[in-house]
């Protein structure tokens, strides 16, 4: 034990005792480990991700929800995270043109996305992660969802993934400078 601090000890019980807590929530859910993974990556890590294994595909959605409270000039960024276990694109609208980076890639890339989406799966879980009170709450809900604007450009991000792999977009080097004088 020599050397090693107070605080990591603490930090290392803490860990421990929240993974055994997620253990016993993925349990009572009654969803396999894997399904749960993209979830688990948005809250720890943010983001939206997306997993396919064997013949399942899932993915995670993030949507953020600022409240503030003007007289007490305080306020907290509520995250709601969608969790899709193979998700169906049921409708698309509009085109956006917009510039993403993803995953390795070394610079950002043209791509076209919608701008609202609909989105249904086999089943949804939603987790609601409050950092003032600090609770992860999670419950099953039923779709479809509708999407616009940030998330949805994330839900075709992710559904590109989960469907064909890379995402295929227009080079960055498309792009040519201009003065406007
Ligand atoms: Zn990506």
Redesign the pocket.
């Known amino acids: 034990m020599e050397g090693v601090k107070i605080k990591e000890i603490e930090d290392f019980k803490k860990q421990l005792s929240f993974s055994l807590k997620e253990k016993e929530i993925i349990e009572r859910l009654s969803i396999p480990y894997d399904i749960f993974l993209p979830l688990i990556f948005s809250i720890k890590f943010g983001g939206d991700w997306s997993l396919k294994f064997n013949s399942t595909n899932v993915m995670a959605i993030k949507e953020k929800i600022t409240s503030y409270d003007e007289e007490k000039a305080v306020g907290y960024t509520l995250e709601n995270i969608f969790l899709f276990n193979n998700p169906i694109m049921k409708d698309q609208e509009g085109t956006v043109y917009r510039l993403e980076k993803?995953?390795n890639k070394k610079e950002r890339e043209i791509v076209k996305r919608p701008y609202q989406v609909k989105v249904d799966a086999e089943f949804i879980l939603k987790a609601s992660l409050n950092p003032m009170t600090k609770k992860i709450s999670l419950k099953k809900v039923k779709g479809p969802f509708v999407f616009t604007g940030a998330n949805a450009y994330g839900v075709s991000?992710e559904m590109e993934?989960l469907l064909g792999d890379e995402?295929k977009g227009e080079s960055f080097f498309e792009f040519e400078y201009e003065l406007d004088d």
Do not use: E, M, S, V
């Open positions: 993803c995953g991000h993934h995402i």
